[in-house]
């Protein structure tokens, strides 16, 4: 099976778990870059849409789109991808490095109303969604100090443990 990850990330977050996922499947990557990458705006809801690709969707078996979830909200460059591209996608997995806890996935601003979205936009094109919630790697006394979440980014010193196993768990699903 040929992979592509496409990423967006604007803290760093998603870029680093893009690698990680395109080193361990040995597949291509690529950044998903807004014509006007103001974070603020987007979230209000202006978006001019993304640069051109310089991959050639059709050449993947399954594109595995990393980004945020921003406010419990499918962010504006990675909604205008899917709707841009829905055609061209043959599978595609939705994987978010996001602030939300597995406890409260379902809530507002939680990741389990953003994968059922995802989930409607591509039917049965959509093979899977992942979290890889950061109060998975903070210390038990800061799993729920939003200001500790917002402040901590993935990296190689904080992916162990439960983010790391689940990260294997994905990586040998989509590996088939």
Not at 92 to 102: K, R
Not at 105 to 126: A, H, I, S
Not at 147 to 159: A, C, H, I, Q, W
Request: net charge positive; charged share 25%; glycine share 8%.
């Amino acid at each position: 099976m040929k992979n592509l990850v496409l990423y967006y990330s604007q803290t760093g977050s998603n870029r680093y778990l893009a690698e990680r996922l395109a080193a361990a499947l040995h597949c291509d990557i690529e950044a998903i870059r807004p014509v006007w990458d103001v974070p603020f705006l987007m979230m209000a809801g202006l978006h001019l849409g993304n640069k051109k690709l310089r991959s050639r969707l059709a050449d993947y078996d399954c594109v595995i789109l990393c980004g945020p979830i921003w406010v419990g909200q499918f962010i504006a460059p990675l909604r205008s991808f899917v709707n841009k591209h829905r055609d061209e996608i043959r599978q595609l997995a939705f994987v978010t490095s996001c602030g939300s806890s597995d406890e409260k996935k379902d809530e507002k601003f939680g990741y389990g109303p953003v994968f059922r979205q995802v989930g409607r936009l591509l039917g049965d094109k959509c093979i899977r969604c992942e979290a890889f919630p950061i109060p998975l790697v903070l210390p038990a006394d800061k799993k729920t100090d939003s200001e500790s979440v917002m402040k901590t980014r993935l990296n190689d010193g904080n992916f162990k443990g439960e983010i790391a196993e689940r990260f294997e768990g994905l990586v040998k699903a989509l590996k088939g």
